[in-house]
């Protein structure tokens, strides 16, 4: 079987067989090529040294780009507009680092080079005619699906600790099965995991809960004991130790109430996660919306002995605030989520607009939101939280009602201001009618309350004929001290 490669990339690696060395595609573009899809890079791998290759570079002018450094017998260079990584073969020895190499070395042959990888899909080498090397049964497996280690798991976990949150992940992006070889030889090798990096395993967080299938990467996450696993994050105060994720490991078995839900929490949670956009804040937000069932305080047994877990949203929002926070987001991304989470149990179906008005004017008076585009956003992805949430009880629930109601809250959320750069009015005619500046903010500040009150139009001739009259009540009171400018742009 050959493979197409793409010219620009053919055109590098002519310069580097010209000048005498072996080169090849390898990781992850030769497995993109065989599942059919388009690679987002690709990487080379060579029998040349890295100062050969950078005498390459500058011969056929490209730019040189250590971006691992030549100590990892990597060079990046800039090639016909592309960055490419050329790598030496190499083999490398671990120590006490669970992920960077202690020692490299080069290799001598393509098969050492690729039998130090992690997986068999990523194990396979094209050369310059597309060529397939497939020393490891790497397209078998894709054929199959299946995740498999390259050799003995345990001795490659043992290698490099991350590479058990890339079984995850890779699960999660391309759908594989994991080899039970792997699922056996993970909880043997979890106490590695001590020795990673936060940042290394938030993106591999990252990456599992925006793929395609994320519970396929969830589900050995937590059952084989990596969530409850810590690893380290280094401070002012030196290095921490940091738990993962073991606050999901309870919600594993974790039954509901029958009439409402089919799934235990965890299979319930995993089923939620999918069915929200491929979206990271909302992907979190459906991984933890329901984190706090069962938990004390919040399990209880209601009239005929049924379960409940009133006040979860508000306790797992809390929660949420936590995880989020000891994995390093943002304060703007950490907000979003537990907001999510907090009033994914707010939305009730009702044919009354009243109460969905007073809780879209408390909203946008709470501070949460600094213009009324976050407010439309923020509804926006709870009723897709809402509405996964629903779909994922396994029982018969007509999902078009809840459509239907979130379409019109999102309607109402483009008519409630919350600021004064969300009113619609010309900038120069309200100068003009309030006769000073300083009025305007005065005024401003009042035609907010109005507006989200529903007393007065969110439009231009609206707010001019309220400007007028407000001026006018105002009446010979001093003008008051430090007034606001008036933006000429108010979108």
């Known amino acids: 079987m050959t ?47 890295p100062e050969e290759i950078v005498a390459v570079a500058n011969r056929a002018g490209w730019k040189v780009v250590e971006r691992l450094g030549q100590n990892f017998g990597v060079v990046a260079v800039v ?4 960055v490419v990584e050329i790598a030496t073969f190499r083999g490398e020895s671990y120590g006490v680092d669970s992920h960077r190499p202690e020692k490299v070395w080069k290799a001598e042959t393509l098969e050492e080079d690729l039998s130090r990888r992690d997986f068999t899909c990523n194990a396979m080498a094209l050369d310059l005619d597309g060529n397939v090397y497939d020393l490891f049964g ?19 976990f043992a290698e490099d600790a991350l590479r058990m949150f890339r079984a995850c992940r890779f699960a999660a992006e391309l759908g594989f099965a994991i080899d039970p070889a792997i699922l056996q030889a993970i909880p043997g090798q979890v106490a590695k995991v001590g020795g990673l990096s936060l940042e290394r395993v938030r993106e591999e967080m990252r990456r599992i809960l925006v793929a395609a299938w994320p519970s396929r990467g969830l589900e050995p996450l937590v059952m084989s004991g990596l969530a409850s696993a810590q690893c380290r994050v280094k401070s002012a105060r030196g290095v921490e130790v940091v738990p993962i994720l073991p606050e999901l490991v309870h919600l594993v078995d974790m039954p509901q109430n029958p ?7 965890w299979r319930h949670t995993l089923k939620t996660v999918e069915r929200v956009p491929q979206d990271l804040t909302l992907r979190w937000a459906a991984l933890l919306h329901d984190v706090a069932k069962g938990l004390p305080g919040i399990r209880g047994i209601g009239e005929g002995g049924r379960l ?13 605030e936590k995880i989020l926070q000891r994995f390093g987001f943002s304060n703007e991304f950490r907000s979003r989520v537990v907001w999510l989470i907090a009033r994914h149990m ?55 009602i809840p459509r239907l109601f979130m379409l019109r809250i999102m309607e109402m959320t483009e008519l409630m201001p919350v600021s004064t750069g969300d009113l619609h009015y010309r900038a120069e005619v309200i100068r003009d009618m309030l006769g000073d500046v300083r009025w305007i903010g005065p005024f401003l500040k009042n035609a907010l309350g109005r507006v989200q009150d529903g007393m007065l139009e969110n439009n231009e001739a609206s707010l001019e004929e309220a400007a007028r009259r407000w001026r ?6 001093n003008i008051p001290e430090g007034g606001q400018s008036l933006p000429t742009d108010n979108g």
């Open 472 to 477: 006018k009540r105002q009446g010979g009171q």
């Open 79 to 82: 090639a016909y507009g592309e």
């Open 346 to 400: 707010r939305v009730t179906i009702t044919g009354d607009d009243r109460p969905v008005w007073r809780w879209l004017r408390g909203e946008a008076r709470s501070g949460s939101f600094r213009k009324s585009c976050q407010l439309q956003e923020a509804f926006m992805q709870l009723g897709q939280l809402c509405i996964a949430d629903m779909a994922a009880t396994g029982t018969a629930q007509n999902l078009e």
């Open 259 to 265: 009439r409402f839900h089919v799934y235990d929490v």
């Open 138 to 156: 790497g397209e078998e497996d894709i054929k199959a699906g299946l995740l498999r280690t390259v050799g003995v798991p345990d001795k490659r």
């Open 3 to 49: 493979k197409k490669i793409p010219d620009m990339i053919k055109r590098i690696m002519q310069e580097i067989v010209v000048a005498g060395y072996s080169v090849f595609v390898v990781g992850g573009a030769v497995r993109d090529l065989m599942l059919g899809r388009e690679p987002k890079d690709y990487d080379l791998t060579t029998d040349a040294l």
């Open 308 to 320: 409940t877990d009133y006040g979860h949203d508000k306790a797992g929002a809390e929660m949420a």
